[in-house]
């Protein structure tokens, strides 16, 4: 099993990537802004509770996402690798997330962090606001409160795996496939480091 978590600000590009990565590595996608919407559009009682957090552009609270991943990690014992996407995003959630990950003895084997500078940002999400949807893009003001929740809960996350040598910055701007083949090389690179063959099933931890 392989565990990768994809970081980075709100517009990074972190879910245009996870796309690219399952199609290629065929690994699970599990991303905690999707599985929120997804309750939203049910009108479950967490999405209306998640909905009053993410319309104003703050963060839902731990214990509500640190459940909805576990969950899915249950769901799926034979997945053959993780992308988080927008998980964690708090200090208690990367804790949170080890635990869970021993308890199948296994672990975060890989952290890219997507770097794109905040005016590039604003830009991405004000375009896809006009088509998108989404609540948290219709206005540079709740952006702008995401990507404050960001540098102030959740970079701290960064720190986090950086003591336990696993981030690697990786250069997010240019075209998708620039990137792609930037975390591309990364990948490959523990993938081999780890005896996994990229494209094969293996099952070590
Ligand atoms: P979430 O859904 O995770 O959103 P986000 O991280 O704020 O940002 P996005 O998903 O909008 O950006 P992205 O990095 O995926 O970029 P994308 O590929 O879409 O979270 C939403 C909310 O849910 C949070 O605010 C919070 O309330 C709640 N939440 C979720 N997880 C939580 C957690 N763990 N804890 C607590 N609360 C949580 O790209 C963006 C745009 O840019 C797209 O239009 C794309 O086409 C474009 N683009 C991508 N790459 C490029 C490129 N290279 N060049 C030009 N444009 C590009
Ligand atoms: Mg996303």
Same mark, same amino acid.
């Given at each position: 099993? *392989?565990n990768?978590?994809? *970081?980075?600000?709100?517009?990074?590009?972190k879910?245009?990537?996870?796309?690219?990565?399952?199609?290629?590595?065929? *690994?699970?996608?599990l991303?905690?802004?999707?599985?929120?919407?997804?309750? /939203?559009?049910?009108?479950t009682?967490?999405?209306?509770?998640?909905?009053?957090?993410?319309?104003?552009?703050?963060? !839902?609270p731990?214990?509500? !996402?640190?459940?909805?991943?576990?969950?899915?990690?249950? %769901?799926?014992?034979? %997945? #053959?690798?993780?992308?988080?996407?927008?998980?964690?995003?708090?200090?208690?959630?990367?804790?949170?997330l080890? #635990?869970l990950? %021993?308890?199948?003895?296994?672990?975060?084997?890989l952290? @890219?962090?997507?770097?794109?500078? +905040?005016? +590039?940002?604003?830009?991405r999400?004000?375009?896809?606001?006009?088509?998108?949807?989404?609540?948290?893009? %219709?206005? +540079?003001?709740?952006?702008?409160?995401?990507?404050? +929740?960001?540098?102030?809960?959740?970079?701290?996350?960064a720190?986090?795996?950086?003591?336990?040598? #696993?981030?690697?910055?990786?250069?997010?701007v240019?075209?998708?496939?620039?990137?792609?083949?930037?975390?591309?090389e990364? /990948?490959?690179?523990?993938?081999?480091?780890?005896?996994?063959?990229? @494209?094969?099933?293996?099952?070590?931890?």
């Amino acid at each position: 099993m *392989f565990n990768l978590i994809l *970081f980075g600000p709100p517009g990074s590009g972190k879910g245009t990537q996870s796309q690219l990565i399952i199609d290629h590595y065929q *690994f699970t996608h599990l991303s905690t802004g999707d599985m929120l919407r997804n309750e /939203i559009e049910r009108q479950t009682p967490l999405g209306l509770e998640a909905k009053k957090f993410m319309d104003r552009g703050a963060l !839902v609270p731990d214990e509500v !996402v640190i459940a909805m991943i576990s969950n899915r990690l249950d %769901a799926q014992p034979d %997945a #053959k690798g993780f992308i988080f996407d927008g998980f964690p995003r708090t200090t208690a959630q990367a804790q949170a997330l080890d #635990k869970l990950l %021993a308890l199948k003895s296994t672990a975060i084997h890989l952290v @890219l962090s997507l770097q794109v500078p +905040e005016e +590039e940002l604003i830009k991405r999400l004000l375009l896809r606001g006009q088509t998108s949807g989404r609540s948290d893009d %219709a206005s +540079e003001t709740v952006i702008r409160v995401r990507i404050a +929740e960001y540098y102030n809960k959740t970079s701290p996350v960064a720190d986090y795996y950086a003591r336990q040598h #696993k981030l690697h910055q990786i250069q997010a701007v240019g075209t998708i496939e620039e990137v792609f083949s930037r975390l591309k090389e990364k /990948i490959d690179k523990r993938l081999s480091e780890l005896s996994l063959h990229p @494209l094969s099933s293996g099952s070590r931890s």
